[in-house]
């Protein structure tokens, strides 16, 4: 197995145009390392403690004999389960919007091919 001459870096994406000379784009942060992806999982976290605090203390209050607290803790519970989609529906909704550049022609290109 022979190895390159020249190591490649994986933080850029090369591309070799028709007239034969490489061009390479620096690499953008990753999707899971962005801030609207820690905005995501931070809403969905914080929804998710919430609905488990609240099915803790519904069962806390069934086992201890107190059936109303029981039955409020789980309405509660019920009422803030729509919150754990509030970060997957935000990712969305950004992601939708379309922030993208579109171009006449690829930014790097100089017109000759």
């Known amino acids: ?3 390159a001459p ?3 870096d994986q ?14 784009d ?5 999707r899971h390392g962005s801030a609207r992806h820690g905005l995501s999982v931070a809403l969905f976290g914080l929804g998710l403690l ?3 605090a609240l099915a803790g203390l519904s069962l806390a209050a ?3 004999g107190a059936r109303g607290w029981a039955a409020l803790f789980a309405l509660g519970m019920l009422l803030a389960s729509p919150l754990l989609l509030l970060g997957p529906v ?7 919007r379309g922030r993208r550049q579109v171009h006449a ?4 290109s100089d017109g000759y091919g």
């Open 1 to 3: 197995m022979e190895r």
């Open 26 to 30: 620096e690499g953008v942060v990753a």
């Open 105 to 108: 022609q690829r930014p790097w």
């Open 50 to 52: 919430l609905v488990g």
């Open 11 to 24: 933080a850029r994406q090369y591309e070799v145009g028709r007239d034969g000379r490489p061009a390479f």
């Open 62 to 64: 069934l086992v201890s």
């Open 6 to 8: 020249f190591g490649l």
């Open 90 to 96: 935000q990712d969305w909704w950004r992601h939708r």
